[in-house]
């Protein structure tokens, strides 16, 4: 749980690390949290955020940067190893297209002819109960 002075009220990813708003959480470091994205590009796409509240990249204090881009590789292996994504997409919005305003860096599974193109990103959705299978295929593959 997030009880640190930094975390912001009313921002739903710092709602997220404090538990008091509901996440399909893959992993949970003493800085970085990732959870499943309720709107990916594709299934198993994970958003890492810093627990404390920092709106974007040049906001991040320079001894975040390691553990969130640490957790972004972690990730990254597990999305091919336990997903058998062939690669990953890796991308992260300062306030222009930021839909919540908490630094996040979102790291999408890819395979080739996924029809994924430039900057436009479809997005999916989960049915009834398939992103917390997609969640627990992740943590296995982080572990």
């Known amino acids: 749980m997030n009880t640190s002075p930094a975390a912001k009220a009313g921002c739903l990813f710092c709602g997220i690390v404090a538990g008091t708003v509901e996440g399909h959480l893959v992993m949970e470091t003493e800085d970085v949290v990732g959870f499943l994205d309720v709107r990916p590009v594709f299934k198993g796409h994970v958003l890492l955020v810093p627990r404390d509240h920092v709106a974007t990249l040049p906001d991040l204090p320079e001894p975040s940067i390691v553990p969130l881009f640490s ?9 091919t190893s336990g997903l058998g994504a062939q690669g990953t997409f ?14 996040h860096v979102h790291v999408v599974p890819r395979t080739k002819g996924d029809g994924l193109r430039g900057f ?12 917390e299978t997609f969640a627990a295929t992740i943590r296995e593959a982080l572990a």
Do not use: C, I, K
Request: no cysteine.
């Open 120 to 131: 436009f990103w479809p997005r999916t959705t989960y049915a009834d109960g398939e992103a």
């Open 71 to 79: 957790a972004a590789q972690r990730v990254a292996r597990a999305l």
């Open 90 to 103: 890796v991308a992260m919005n300062n306030v222009v297209s930021q839909s919540v305003p908490h630094l």
